[in-house]
């Protein structure tokens, strides 16, 4: 047995002998085959060549402008009408605009990326977007001639302003309807100071009453920005002519004179402005007057402030849900946003409407005055003043006539 087993690989081993010493035949392929082949081989080699430092900078330079490209369609999708509901901020999450941004700061080299987050958390509004969108036009040339004029530029400094805020931690603060039209009626005395503006958080966005965002001149959101020695102002609105899209306005206000009244510092802001724009100066005093109101009504002790958890606290376990379902409620839970809600629910029907008042008297006659924030004397001999706000107030009921 032991002899049949040798001769049998004895024989195998002298055939693989004999096919190794056959000829070797060349197999002919199809010349398109063959000239593809040799293609895909050029572009995929077998064994790749380490890349040159020109080529990953090249590489990493397309990868860069691949995603800023990415950010900036994303925040010009912010502009349709499908989100107009929502407040500014919440569309530039909603549409994925700040998730795009995110992912381009990660992509980019420590230096540049620390760069960009200084300038992010630290500087004034305007002074930053003014270089970010430089930047941006700079760093695209390409994209821009295929944008509309201007158009590249406006959507990298609107989303400049949101990117500070998600970096500074902004927080919402939202009037309630009552509240809204109380501050509308409001007025702020001669003799308030600026010391008295003080921000409940470094970084902010008021959002007026939704109804009235769509009307001419009317403000969709105010954002501001506490700096070492100012407050920057940016808002969202919508110009007297209906048939123009939102507008972003810049602004920032000086706090180096605490002492001064807030009367005093807008009067030299806008005697220092140099636009000449009527509509624009107009702009600025129903903003910063709005604004301001809403400082103020947070400062006086009985203010009333609720903190809505919506977006932090709605439920994101789904189970039983399908794949579809899930998306959806999901994309329901994007449009919900954190916020603090101030002001009475609900104010007496009287505080809103003027009472009539009786016929003609050389006196003065009963009626309504407006709310208004005064600085009122309190102390040792009256010496100190205290900021109040006084609700709507009837002046000489006696003469009402009722």
């Not at 860069?64 to 989100?83: F, G, H, M, N, V």
């Not at 500070?164 to 509240?179: D, H, I, Q, S």
């Not at 003027?354 to 600085?375: C, I, Q, T």
């Amino acid at each position: 047995m032991e002899s049949d087993v040798g001769a049998v690989l004895t024989r195998a081993a002298t055939v693989r002998k004999d096919a190794l010493k056959r000829p070797l035949t060349d197999v002919r392929h199809d010349p398109a085959f063959a000239a593809a082949y040799y293609r895909r081989r050029r572009q995929y080699p077998l064994v790749e060549r380490a890349a040159t430092p020109e080529e990953v900078s090249q590489a990493h330079a397309a990868t860069i402008s691949r995603l800023l490209i990415d950010a900036l369609e994303k925040c010009r999708r912010t502009w349709e009408p499908l989100y107009a509901r929502l407040p500014v901020p919440i569309r530039y999450r909603v549409t994925g605009a700040l998730p795009a941004w995110q992912t381009l700061w990660q992509q980019m080299d420590g230096p540049s990326r620390e760069s960009l987050m200084t300038a992010l958390k630290t500087q004034p509004i305007p002074k930053l977007v003014r270089q970010f969108a430089d930047s941006v036009v700079s760093a695209l040339p390409q994209v821009q001639s295929a944008w509309p004029p201007g158009e590249l530029r406006l959507v990298a400094s609107q989303s400049a302003v949101w990117q500070a805020f998600e970096v500074r931690n902004g927080v919402f603060y939202e009037p309630t309807p009552a509240l809204h039209r109380l501050l509308d009626a409001s007025f702020v005395a001669d003799d308030v100071p600026v010391g008295m503006l003080k921000l409940p958080a470094e970084t902010l966005c008021i959002i007026p009453e939704p109804s009235s965002w769509n009307r001419p001149n009317g403000i969709e959101v105010i954002a501001l920005f506490k700096g070492e020695q100012s407050i920057s102002f940016a808002t969202w609105s919508h110009p007297a002519d209906e048939g123009e899209e939102a507008v972003a306005d810049l602004l920032n206000l000086s706090l180096s004179a605490p002492d001064k009244t807030i009367q005093a510092l807008l009067e030299d802001v806008f005697r220092a402005s140099t636009s000449g724009d009527e509509n624009l100066m107009q702009h600025w005093r129903g903003a910063l007057d709005y604004a301001i109101k809403m400082l103020l009504y947070l400062t006086v002790r009985e203010a009333h402030v609720v903190h809505d958890r919506a977006y932090t606290d709605a439920p994101r376990n789904f189970s039983g849900l399908g794949k579809r379902k899930r998306a959806e409620r999901l994309a329901e839970i994007g449009q919900l946003y954190d916020r603090h809600i101030v002001g009475p629910a609900i104010l007496d029907a009287g505080l809103t409407h003027g009472l009539p008042a009786d016929d003609g008297h050389r006196e003065v006659r009963g009626h309504w005055r407006r709310p208004h924030f005064k600085m009122q004397p309190h102390g040792p001999n009256a010496s100190l003043r205290k900021l109040v706000f006084i609700g709507p107030t009837i002046v000489r009921p006696d003469r009402l006539g009722l």
